[in-house]
């Protein structure tokens, strides 16, 4: 029953995009249906069906909001098989005979799939509700619909396909699906030379993954008999072997899940997406990364060692400081969210690092809380970067531009879309009361845990990633104060931002509504979801978490109730009680209560002007000289002498561009030398067909007497 | 009943924050041959501002009026989860020091805002400088605090503190790193002189001040008193951690008013150990901040790994 749920959720996603191809079939369409019309006249539907549905002006339209319709009913599947299965806690195994016929597709339906079921539910329902108004923008010659639904709707089915894959091949089929149709949603905007570009990147580095996930495979399945994942569970490997799968894995998962150094193509991706994709792909499809991962390292190979879970440790941490720093010099917004999802997507493998070493070290239930961690976070993750996507979207739709410096004054102008916003930057921040802090905290509970570890190097290691930690919070702080600030807050700097208005879509403001609303929901009541979490570590570590009560409504306390503890009700409570006593008894006086409102002060300066205000490249310009190893800072100022004397300065040009090292670095050797590789392959290609026929011969000599031998 | 104790102590706390800086004020100008104000001068500067009607600039929007009651409130907050005269606080349990830590962080984040809201430069200037200094501040901050939690296992701070106290006078290496660690991190946090001076309108220096020049009224009655509170939250928790000794771990009426005593001798110390600092020490250039903080996170680490390698049992 629930195995049809999740199938249903499938092929729902498939039909919507499917149904997105009928955008150039309205003349066939309507022939279909004025026949049926004359066929059976006494039903009103045919008829009304064409002058009605089928009519020129508005099939496109009804069309869009079909396709999304049926993707947000697979949205709704996928959110409650997710939940049937975490609530019933069962194992679910199918076959089905499609694909090869001596290879069936192996199905398994378990708690860790139905997590990430209901986070892609999620993700996919308010993409659809916020879908029909945001491409209603898009023209139809240029941006035609029927690619974009068509390919939204295979994404979704890959990605969905992927969770429920119980064998190697099945597992690549839909992993590759789920590529391929994300590499052409990334595409979709090809008339940018840039975003062909970013594309093929993307494409790139998602094969040359797919190919080291693969390899991966195949480690585990040379020492079993078969591909399915239960014959893999049961392969017994040497620990080399099992560190070069795990190799092999992290690399594939990770170049998805864009840790650093292999995250180049996310920035680039992402941000050139439309924004309700951009929102699928960094809130859901590096998730389904994470999802590989720790299906291959927890559940596939059975012993971890605490060496991986130091290279775990290690790159998140990376990963973690390295995005925020990145994300915080972009004036780009999606550009910039692209960046902080690579932070997020650190401290998840950070805190996976950690349960890795608790596991290997003999602590399961502490690795319970990591894992706990983890997964929460990428809940949170999924829910506040989704907002946030679909929030910048709003923002492009209203003023075409993605640019920073082109924003200000919006909480005027957009005062709904502003404060959900607001929402989306506190949880990302990891304020309390909001559910991005609840994973941080829990992500520190489980370092604080390093006490009880024998081995001196890691109790010394861990304690500062958890520093790392901190200041990767800090500093995503001060990356979101940024955005808010200088997209929301101020002067107006542009036209377009100046004559801004609120969306009036009411679908694109209801997903946002409804991410905020569950942003703050399990920032208050976390243990809605620990509670789902706890059975689903119990399933893959054989462990839940120390504390039996740790999902109590009221307290959060993971480990005793002795060693820590959060309840953010309490906290809710209070701080509503102290902000409600202050305003109601500072605002006692009727003189005083109201405001005057007048000009601002400036220290007397006066006549205030948008340009005067702090841009992105000022707010961050304090970090950047600090930091200043991080980036390749490219910075120049000219300056127009043109002035009477030589002291007099006409004007002034700023330039500032940012480059990743890893590109320089790491990126450029590998070109040169797959280049200068090619270059020497070339040589024996010399054009003539006598030569070719020679190699033939050559080849064919050789394998007989291979055969021979 | 000690529900009833947290909520008293809460309030004298919110109550004694003025007072303490008006201390720290008093004894500046004793060093720096002035006369000095009346201890109450803080208390008649918030009646007057809160009896003023606000000015608020046309542009501002509803973060830069409703900041200072989230600021102030998150700082209320905070004041009643760090144990001030009793280790009996049953309110610690709802927030432990992470969570006081993201308080913190919340207060900051509104401020920040509001700074950028009205659109002038001073106020983005301040805002761009301080979430640069706190991002530097935080974590060495939580540094000098994990290596009290892991010395004590919990990071419930009334526990660690009893944890502190039931161990009696022991010198710990990693205590005195921290210690130092967290000093540094609470000057450069309540913006002293080093890091900041409270005391100018100075362009080029001030960062705490320029992101609430557009304050008036009772706002800036709050954003002040909430800074006051942020003094003696640093001043407490500096106090009470490492040298809890006085505070009341059980609710007898003499013990409280020891406790009393204990914390109010303690903090006087404190400032004017800090008034002396701060008339001898100079204020130093903005891209300085780094290196202090830096050493701060240092010593922060040192106390973490010497707890680690020398004072774990294992």
Same mark, same amino acid.
């Given at each position: 029953?629930?195995?049809?749920?999740?199938?249903?959720?499938?092929?729902?996603?498939?039909?919507?995009?499917?149904?997105?191809?009928?955008?150039?079939?309205?003349?066939?369409?309507?022939?279909?249906?004025?026949?049926?019309?004359?066929?059976?006249?006494?039903?009103?539907?045919?008829?009304?069906?064409?002058?009605?549905?089928?009519?020129?002006?508005?099939?496109?339209?009804?069309?869009?909001?079909?396709?999304?319709?049926?993707?947000?009913?697979?949205?709704?599947?996928?959110?409650?098989?997710?939940?049937?299965?975490?609530?019933?806690?069962?194992?679910?195994?199918?076959?089905?005979?499609?694909?090869?016929?001596?290879?069936?597709?192996?199905?398994?339906?378990?708690?860790?799939?139905?997590?990430?079921?209901?986070?892609?539910?999620?993700?996919?329902?308010?993409?659809?509700?916020?879908?029909?108004?945001?491409?209603?923008?898009?023209?139809?010659?240029?941006?035609?619909?029927?690619?974009?639904?068509?390919?939204?709707?295979?994404?979704?089915?890959?990605?969905?396909?992927?969770?429920?894959?119980?064998?190697?091949?099945?597992?690549?089929?839909?992993?590759?699906?789920?590529?391929?149709?994300?590499?052409?949603?990334?595409?979709?905007?090809?008339?940018?030379?840039?975003?062909?570009?970013?594309?093929?990147?993307?494409?790139?580095?998602?094969?040359?993954?797919?190919?080291?996930?693969?390899?991966?495979?195949?480690?585990?399945?040379?020492?079993?008999?078969?591909?399915?994942?239960?014959?893999?569970?049961?392969?017994?490997?040497?620990?080399?072997?099992?560190?070069?799968?795990?190799?092999?894995?992290?690399?594939?998962? #990770?170049?998805?899940?864009?840790?650093?150094?292999?995250?180049?193509?996310?920035?680039?991706?992402?941000?050139?997406?439309?924004?309700?994709?951009?929102?699928?792909?960094? #809130?859901?499809?590096?998730?389904?990364?994470?999802?590989?991962?720790?299906?291959?390292?927890?559940?596939?190979?059975?012993?971890?060692?605490?060496?991986?879970?130091?290279?775990?440790?290690?790159?998140?941490?990376?990963?973690?400081?390295? #995005?925020?720093?990145?994300?915080?010099?972009?004036?780009?917004?999606?550009?910039?969210?692209?960046?902080?999802?690579?932070?997020?997507?650190?401290?998840?493998?950070?805190?996976?690092?950690?349960?890795?070493?608790?596991?290997?070290?003999?602590?399961?239930?502490?690795?319970?809380?990591?894992?706990?961690?983890?997964?929460?976070?990428?809940?949170?993750?999924?829910?506040?970067?989704?907002?946030?996507?679909?929030?910048?979207?709003?923002?492009?739709?209203?003023?075409?531009?993605?640019?920073?410096?082109?924003?200000?004054?919006?909480?005027?102008?957009?005062?709904?879309?502003?404060?959900?916003?607001?929402?989306?930057?506190?949880?990302?921040?990891?304020?309390?009361?909001?559910?991005?802090?609840?994973?941080?905290?829990?992500?520190?509970?489980?370092?604080?845990?390093?006490?009880?570890?024998?081995?001196?190097?890691?109790?010394?290691?861990?304690?500062?990633?958890?520093?790392?930690?901190?200041?990767?919070?800090?500093?995503?702080?001060?990356?979101?104060?940024?955005?808010?600030?200088?997209?929301?807050?101020?002067?107006?700097?542009?036209?377009?931002?100046?004559?801004?208005?609120?969306?009036?879509?009411?679908?694109?403001?209801?997903?946002?509504?409804?991410?905020?609303?569950?942003?703050?929901?399990?920032?208050?009541?976390?243990?809605?979801?620990?509670?789902?979490?706890?059975?689903?570590?119990?399933?893959?570590? #054989?462990?839940?978490?120390?504390?039996?009560?740790?999902?109590?409504?009221?307290?959060?306390?993971?480990?005793?109730?002795?060693?820590?503890?959060?309840?953010?009700?309490?906290?809710?409570?209070?701080?509503?009680?102290?902000?409600?006593?202050?305003?109601?008894?500072?605002?006692?006086?009727?003189?005083?209560?109201?405001?005057?409102?007048?000009?601002?002060?400036?220290?007397?300066?006066?006549?205030?002007?948008?340009?005067?205000?702090?841009?992105?490249?000022?707010?961050?310009?304090?970090?950047?000289?600090?930091?200043?190893?991080?980036?390749?800072?490219?910075?120049?100022?000219?300056?127009?002498?043109?002035?009477?004397?030589?002291?007099?300065?006409?004007?002034?040009?700023?330039?500032?561009?940012?480059?990743?090292?890893?590109?320089?670095?790491?990126?450029?050797?590998?070109?040169?030398?797959?280049?200068?590789?090619?270059?020497?392959?070339?040589?024996?290609?010399?054009?003539?067909?006598?030569?070719?026929?020679?190699?033939?011969?050559?080849?064919?000599?050789?394998?007989?007497?291979?055969?021979?031998? | 009943?000690?529900?009833?104790?947290?909520?008293?102590?809460?309030?004298?706390?919110?109550?004694?924050?003025?007072?303490?800086?008006?201390?720290?004020?008093?004894?500046?100008?004793?060093?720096?041959?002035?006369?000095?104000?009346?201890?109450?001068?803080?208390?008649?500067?918030?009646?007057?501002?809160?009896?003023?009607?606000?000015?608020?600039?046309?542009?501002?929007?509803?973060?830069?009026?409703?900041?200072?009651?989230?600021?102030?409130?998150?700082?209320?907050?905070?004041?009643?989860?760090?144990?001030?005269?009793?280790?009996?606080?049953?309110?610690?349990?709802?927030?432990?020091?992470?969570?006081?830590?993201?308080?913190?962080?919340?207060?900051?984040?509104?401020?920040?805002?509001?700074?950028?809201?009205?659109?002038?430069?001073?106020?983005?200037?301040?805002?761009?400088?301080?979430?640069?200094?706190?991002?530097?501040?935080?974590?060495?901050?939580?540094?000098?605090?994990?290596?009290?939690?892991?010395?004590?296992?919990?990071?419930?701070?009334?526990?660690?503190?009893?944890?502190?106290?039931?161990?009696?006078?022991?010198?710990?290496?990693?205590?005195?790193?921290?210690?130092?660690?967290?000093?540094?991190?609470?000057?450069?946090?309540?913006?002293?002189?080093?890091?900041?001076?409270?005391?100018?309108?100075?362009?080029?220096?001030?960062?705490?001040?320029?992101?609430?020049?557009?304050?008036?009224?009772?706002?800036?009655?709050?954003?002040?008193?909430?800074?006051?509170?942020?003094?003696?939250?640093?001043?407490?928790?500096?106090?009470?951690?490492?040298?809890?000794?006085?505070?009341?771990?059980?609710?007898?009426?003499?013990?409280?008013?020891?406790?009393?005593?204990?914390?109010?001798?303690?903090?006087?110390?404190?400032?004017?150990?800090?008034?002396?600092?701060?008339?001898?020490?100079?204020?130093?250039?903005?891209?300085?901040?780094?290196?202090?903080?830096?050493?701060?996170?240092?010593?922060?680490?040192?106390?973490?790994?010497?707890?680690?390698?020398?004072?774990?049992?294992?």
């Amino acid at each position: 029953m629930v195995l049809i749920l999740a199938y249903a959720a499938v092929l729902l996603s498939l039909a919507s995009g499917l149904s997105a191809l009928m955008m150039h079939q309205r003349p066939a369409l309507e022939a279909l249906a004025q026949a049926y019309s004359r066929l059976f006249p006494e039903h009103r539907f045919f008829r009304r069906l064409s002058t009605h549905y089928l009519e020129q002006n508005r099939y496109p339209s009804t069309l869009r909001q079909g396709a999304f319709a049926l993707l947000g009913m697979s949205g709704v599947l996928a959110i409650s098989a997710g939940l049937a299965v975490m609530l019933t806690q069962q194992v679910l195994t199918d076959q089905i005979g499609l694909g090869l016929p001596w290879l069936p597709w192996h199905m398994r339906f378990d708690g860790l799939s139905g997590f990430f079921f209901l986070i892609i539910g999620i993700a996919v329902l308010t993409v659809s509700l916020y879908g029909p108004g945001y491409v209603e923008a898009f023209s139809e010659d240029k941006q035609p619909f029927a690619p974009l639904g068509l390919f939204t709707g295979l994404f979704v089915a890959g990605m969905l396909l992927v969770l429920l894959a119980d064998d190697a091949f099945f597992f690549m089929i839909a992993w590759e699906a789920m590529s391929v149709a994300s590499y052409f949603l990334v595409a979709f905007q090809h008339e940018n030379p840039a975003n062909r570009r970013a594309a093929f990147l993307y494409l790139l580095m998602a094969e040359v993954g797919a190919l080291s996930i693969v390899l991966g495979f195949g480690v585990l399945a040379s020492f079993a008999d078969g591909f399915t994942f239960d014959a893999l569970r049961q392969a017994h490997l040497s620990t080399s072997w099992a560190s070069i799968a795990f190799a092999l894995a992290l690399l594939g998962f #990770g170049m998805k899940a864009g840790i650093v150094p292999i995250h180049v193509w996310l920035p680039e991706a992402h941000p050139v997406a439309p924004s309700h994709i951009s929102a699928l792909m960094s #809130g859901v499809m590096l998730k389904v990364a994470v999802y590989g991962l720790i299906r291959f390292c927890f559940d596939l190979l059975v012993e971890v060692h605490w060496q991986w879970g130091v290279v775990l440790l290690i790159l998140g941490t990376l990963s973690a400081l390295g #995005g925020i720093l990145y994300a915080l010099m972009q004036s780009n917004l999606k550009r910039l969210l692209a960046y902080s999802s690579v932070e997020n997507i650190g401290v998840i493998f950070l805190v996976l690092g950690l349960a890795m070493i608790f596991m290997a070290n003999g602590y399961p239930q502490l690795a319970a809380l990591g894992l706990l961690a983890a997964l929460l976070h990428a809940f949170n993750h999924a829910l506040f970067k989704n907002l946030l996507f679909l929030g910048a979207g709003v923002v492009q739709h209203q003023i075409h531009s993605l640019d920073i410096d082109d924003m200000g004054g919006l909480i005027k102008r957009m005062p709904k879309t502003s404060f959900l916003f607001l929402v989306g930057c506190m949880s990302i921040s990891s304020l309390p009361l909001f559910n991005g802090f609840v994973s941080e905290w829990l992500a520190f509970q489980t370092a604080l845990q390093v006490f009880v570890l024998d081995n001196g190097v890691l109790r010394s290691l861990i304690p500062v990633a958890a520093a790392a930690l901190a200041l990767t919070a800090a500093l995503a702080a001060a990356c979101f104060v940024k955005v808010y600030g200088l997209v929301f807050l101020g002067l107006p700097r542009s036209r377009n931002s100046e004559k801004a208005k609120e969306v009036e879509d009411k679908g694109m403001l209801l997903a946002l509504e409804i991410l905020a609303g569950l942003c703050f929901l399990f920032g208050i009541f976390p243990s809605l979801v620990i509670a789902l979490l706890n059975p689903i570590a119990r399933q893959l570590l #054989g462990q839940a978490l120390p504390n039996a009560e740790a999902t109590s409504w009221l307290w959060l306390a993971p480990v005793t109730m002795d060693q820590a503890s959060y309840a953010p009700i309490l906290v809710l409570i209070s701080v509503l009680m102290a902000a409600g006593i202050a305003f109601r008894y500072l605002r006692r006086n009727p003189e005083t209560k109201t405001m005057r409102r007048t000009e601002a002060w400036d220290c007397g300066f006066g006549g205030l002007t948008p340009r005067m205000q702090y841009s992105s490249s000022a707010f961050t310009m304090p970090i950047r000289r600090i930091f200043a190893k991080v980036w390749l800072i490219d910075e120049q100022i000219n300056k127009d002498m043109r002035g009477a004397s030589e002291l007099d300065v006409a004007s002034i040009h700023y330039h500032l561009q940012i480059q990743d090292h890893c590109w320089p670095r790491l990126y450029q050797p590998i070109v040169h030398a797959i280049n200068s590789l090619a270059r020497q392959v070339g040589r024996i290609q010399t054009g003539n067909i006598r030569v070719y026929l020679g190699y033939s011969f050559v080849t064919l000599i050789v394998m007989l007497w291979v055969v021979s031998l | 009943m000690n529900w009833l104790i947290a909520v008293i102590q809460t309030m004298l706390f919110v109550a004694l924050a003025p007072l303490l800086s008006a201390w720290l004020k008093w004894c500046k100008c004793l060093l720096q041959n002035r006369k000095a104000p009346s201890l109450l001068q803080p208390y008649r500067d918030l009646i007057k501002l809160i009896r003023k009607q606000p000015a608020v600039a046309e542009q501002a929007s509803w973060i830069f009026t409703r900041s200072p009651y989230i600021i102030f409130s998150a700082m209320v907050l905070a004041a009643s989860v760090v144990p001030l005269i009793t280790v009996d606080l049953p309110t610690t349990a709802s927030a432990d020091v992470i969570v006081l830590v993201g308080f913190f962080a919340f207060a900051r984040f509104f401020l920040a805002l509001a700074g950028l809201d009205v659109g002038t430069a001073f106020g983005g200037m301040g805002s761009s400088r301080e979430m640069t200094i706190s991002s530097l501040a935080e974590p060495a901050m939580l540094m000098a605090v994990f290596t009290l939690t892991m010395t004590a296992s919990t990071t419930n701070l009334a526990l660690a503190m009893e944890h502190v106290l039931n161990e009696g006078m022991v010198l710990r290496p990693s205590f005195v790193f921290a210690l130092f660690a967290l000093i540094l991190v609470a000057i450069a946090e309540t913006g002293r002189i080093p890091v900041d001076n409270p005391a100018t309108h100075l362009e080029l220096t001030m960062i705490h001040e320029a992101m609430i020049l557009e304050y008036s009224g009772r706002h800036l009655a709050l954003i002040e008193w909430a800074s006051q509170l942020k003094l003696m939250l640093y001043g407490v928790l500096i106090a009470n951690i490492f040298l809890p000794w006085g505070i009341a771990q059980a609710l007898g009426a003499k013990a409280l008013v020891y406790g009393l005593l204990a914390i109010a001798l303690k903090l006087a110390v404190l400032c004017a150990l800090l008034a002396i600092a701060e008339t001898l020490v100079a204020k130093m250039r903005l891209f300085r901040v780094q290196e202090y903080l830096s050493f701060a996170y240092l010593l922060g680490l040192l106390g973490m790994l010497s707890h680690i390698i020398l004072e774990a049992s294992r």
